[in-house]
């Protein structure tokens, strides 16, 4: 079905990108241009000023730039999770990142269920799974949102379980005990394009307040290396965030406040204009980065029918839990998340991203009020 006066409007988009690097288009071309002409590619002074430049804004002794945030899953999994506890517990939620990462680096994963209301992880949904053989719990800051760090580690700290939190979805978040990023062991970050602060590429870091920890991370993201060409260190590898993709996150950084603000406005616009059948998960104040605009209904095929008649693009973060994926499940058979599993099938993702104008936010609205 079409809606009356849409047929003819372009697509709202899910995202677009061209619209930042439009916008940012003069800022982005000298930023590389400085880089050329300063002759340092990887590891130079653009890299230790970015690494600064967060390190302040977060307000933790330590960033370290990495290659994606997969890389810094990897690498600070590495850097806290004892040999002899090599397994990691984290949400299926949260589209296989760590997963992947743990994986990588040999560990094995348990999961825990989300809360029903937040989609995170939470004290009471993690106690039943810790144990003696568990090193590590990530902590995902699912679509912007910040997860009560410190409960967890009131629960964790006790047992000896290192906290780390995947930041990737976050940046920016503020809760009133702290700054997401600060809040746990070791904390991670992906600056993928898409991402509140996106690079022109890949790219990642891992911040904390741990000098042991950040020394740790310095080893395994260049080679395990100790000084130049001596190996100190197992499992290191290559993993660098270069000099162009440093400096146009530091350019772009002072930004990061207004644009999560605006994706703020935005989700909240639609929590107050949707009907009765869709619950837009809030995103009313810092505490929220507003990275993605996620609502549940127990009519998604009808909703995402409806929304793409509408012209709204959509997506779905994410269809399948880590434990049900085809390269899993069988590991998994036994594992049932009822409040994971029930999410999973009636999440969708709506337009959200700054540059989204004024006239397209009233599309999503309408289409979504009319459901
Ligand atoms: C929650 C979360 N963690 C980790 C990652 C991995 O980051 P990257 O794509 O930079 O490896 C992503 C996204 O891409 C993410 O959304």
């Known amino acids: 079905m079409t809606l009356p006066g849409t047929a003819t409007l372009p697509a709202v988009p899910l995202n677009d990108l061209s619209r930042a690097l439009a916008h940012d288009r003069s800022l982005v071309l000298d930023t590389v241009a400085r880089v050329v002409d300063s002759g340092w590619l990887v590891h130079g002074p653009a890299h230790r000023g970015f690494e600064s430049a967060l390190a302040d804004y977060l307000g933790t002794p330590h960033v370290l730039g990495v290659a994606s945030g997969t890389d ?7 850097a806290v999770v004892p040999a002899d506890r090599p397994v990691v517990v984290t949400a299926a939620n949260c589209g296989g990142y ?50 009560d760090v410190a409960a967890v580690r009131a629960l964790c700290a006790p047992l000896g379980v290192k906290v780390v939190e995947d930041c990737a979805q976050a940046l920016g978040a503020r809760r009133a005990d702290g700054m997401v990023g600060a809040l746990a062991d070791v904390a991670t970050f992906s600056f993928y394009p898409t991402k509140n602060l996106g690079a022109l590429g890949d790219g990642g870091a891992v911040a904390t307040a741990d000098d042991d920890v950040a020394a740790a991370v310095a080893e395994l993201r260049q080679y395990g290396w100790r000084g130049k060409y001596r190996i100190a260190r197992d499992g290191g590898r290559n993993s660098r965030l270069d000099e162009v993709q440093a400096a146009v996150l530091s350019a772009r950084l002072p930004h990061l406040d207004a644009g999560n603000a605006r994706r703020r406005a935005i989700i909240t616009a639609y929590a107050e204009r949707a009907s009765s059948r869709v619950r837009v998960l809030p995103a009313d104040d810092a505490s929220h980065a507003g990275h993605l605009a996620v609502v549940t209904t127990d009519h998604r095929d009808e909703l995402r029918e409806h929304l793409a008649a509408a012209g709204v693009g959509v ?23 009822p409040v994971t599993e029930r999410l999973a099938a009636s999440v969708l993702s709506v337009p959200v991203f700054p540059e989204l104008r004024d006239d397209e936010v009233e599309r999503v609205c309408d289409a979504l009020e009319r459901f």
């Open 72 to 78: 810094a899953l990897e690498i600070a999994l590495r």
């Open 98 to 147: 760590t997963t992947t990462a743990a994986r990588r680096a040999g560990f094995g994963v348990r999961y825990a269920d989300v809360d029903e209301d937040t989609h995170l992880l939470t004290a009471e949904t993690l106690a039943p799974v810790l144990g003696p053989e568990v090193g590590a719990v990530v902590v995902t800051h699912l679509y912007g949102r910040a997860a």
């Open 315 to 337: 997506d779905v973060h994410y269809p399948v839990p880590d434990h049900r994926q085809p390269a899993l499940a069988a590991e998994h058979a036994h594992v049932t998340l």
